[in-house]
Structures are given as structure tokens and as C-alpha cells.
């Protein structure tokens, strides 16, 4: 069964980058024809899709993120992986990585990790 | 971008009523591909609509949606407590895939 496990710092300064690893287990990351996506949750509100990465390396960011986001593919360590550049206090949030489908949404998600943009 | 909206913000009904749950959308979607979640706290969502109508596998039959284009609606039949919980739309057949601001159905 696959699984999804975030991981990394709980506390970023602002204006620092922000990075965050996905652990994927049970599964390739290799395989299939899927997306690696990043989704984001401020404290009670709602869902934000921050942007994807396929299987081919291939990506795509939320506009909203204005290109401070950076997604990539760590094969070898069957990882991927986020990078937000200039973070302020408005990208603290709970930060979800998740499988989606080509044509289809996300089915299989981590269990979130917590940053919080702070000094 | 495809902006959607979800009403109302809040349903406040007791066990055993029913839930209905619209989302709008401010474009068409293609191909229905619209997905429905319930998100309960501290917990990542859980998917339980796909392309529209389709209930992922598990999700009880209680649990049905339906529309196109513009205009969506997840309807619960009979609301077990464990039902209680926020819900978000999304939709995936535009980039970014976005989603609704959410529905909090909660007990009476």
C-alpha cells in the first residue's frame, strides 16, 4: 500500500526558503503515470494546490506562488521535493504532499507537516 | 483560473437528515472532473467523489453527487455522525487545480 510522509523544518525565518521532503513507500515513485504534488492548509482555512511534478520531471506551480516555488524528483531515494523561496508569515500553513492522477484527483495523501514562517 | 464556490458556508442539521452541498464553479469544468472531500480535524482529506459522480472505493452509498459544467452538488442521504466534518470540491481538469473554500457540516 503506498504511503506519503512529509518531512522538514517546522520553523522557517522569513524571507529563508522553505524545504520539504515527501517519502514514498510502499510503491515506486517511478512508476505509472502519476503526479507529485504539493497542497497546502493555513490554519482554518481552506486548501490551496501549490504545484506538481510528473513522473517524466515535467512541472507546473500555482501561479499564486508568484515563481518562489520549486518542485523536484529524487528517484534514487524514491523522494520528492518542495522549495519556497522568500516565505513570509502568509505561507505558514499545513503542508500535505499527495499522488494524483493524470485525470484524476488526489487519492493518496501524507499526513501533513506543520511550518511555521516565524522569526 | 477557475474560481469555485462552495454554499453554504455552513449546514447545521442533526444525525439522520440530509445534506445538500453545492459548488459553483466560474468556468465549465471539462469532463466533469470534479472531485468531492470530507476533511475532519487534524487529518488530511479524504477523497470520496471523482469525475463528478463516481464514490471513490469505500465510501458508503450514502453518499452521492451529481452535475456538469458550472454547477455541482454532493448530497448526503442520512448524515451518521461520523459525517460531521468539512467538505471541498475541487477540480482537476484546469491548472492550478483549485479548490472551494469548503462547507462545515455541523451537528445541530
Known amino acids: 500500500q503506498l504511503q506519503l510522509q512529509e518531512s522538514g523544518p517546522g520553523l522557517v525565518k522569513p524571507s529563508q526558503t522553505l524545504s520539504l521532503t515527501c517519502t514514498v513507500s510502499?510503491?515506486?515513485?517511478?512508476?505509472?503515470?502519476?503526479?507529485w504534488s504539493w497542497i497546502r492548509q493555513p490554519a482554518g482555512k481552506g486548501l490551496e494546490w501549490i504545484g506538481r511534478?510528473?513522473?517524466?520531471?515535467?512541472?507546473d506551480y500555482n501561479p499564486s506562488l508568484r515563481s518562489r516555488g520549486t518542485i523536484s524528483l529524487d528517484t534514487s531515494k524514491n523522494q520528492f521535493s518542495l522549495n519556497l523561496r522568500s516565505v513570509t508569515a502568509a505561507d505558514t500553513a499545513v503542508y500535505y504532499c499527495?499522488?494524483?492522477?493524470?485525470?484524476?484527483?488526489?487519492?493518496?495523501w501524507g499526513q501533513g507537516t506543520m511550518v511555521t514562517v516565524s522569526s | 483560473e477557475i474560481v469555485l464556490t462552495q454554499s453554504p458556508g455552513t449546514l447545521s442539521l442533526s444525525p439522520g437528515e440530509r445534506a445538500t452541498l453545492s459548488c459553483g464553479a466560474s468556468?465549465?469544468?471539462?469532463?466533469?472532473?470534479l472531485a468531492w472531500y470530507q476533511q475532519k480535524p487534524g487529518l488530511a482529506p479524504r477523497l470520496l467523489i471523482y469525475?463528478?459522480?463516481k464514490r471513490a472505493v469505500g465510501i458508503p452509498d450514502r453518499f452521492s453527487a451529481s452535475g456538469s459544467g458550472t454547477d455541482f452538488t454532493l448530497t448526503i442521504t442520512r448524515l451518521e455522525p461520523e459525517d460531521f466534518a468539512v467538505y471541498y470540491c475541487?477540480?482537476?481538469?484546469?491548472?492550478?487545480?483549485?479548490f472551494g473554500q469548503g462547507t462545515k457540516v455541523e451537528i445541530k
Open positions: 499527495v499522488r494524483e492522477g493524470v485525470a484524476a484527483p488526489a487519492l493518496i
Open positions: 510502499g510503491g515506486s515513485i517511478r512508476s505509472g503515470s502519476f503526479y
Open positions: 511534478i510528473y513522473t517524466s520531471g515535467s512541472t
Open positions: 475541487q477540480q482537476y481538469s484546469n491548472s492550478p487545480r483549485t
Open positions: 469525475d463528478g459522480s
Open positions: 468556468l465549465s469544468v471539462g469532463s466533469s472532473y
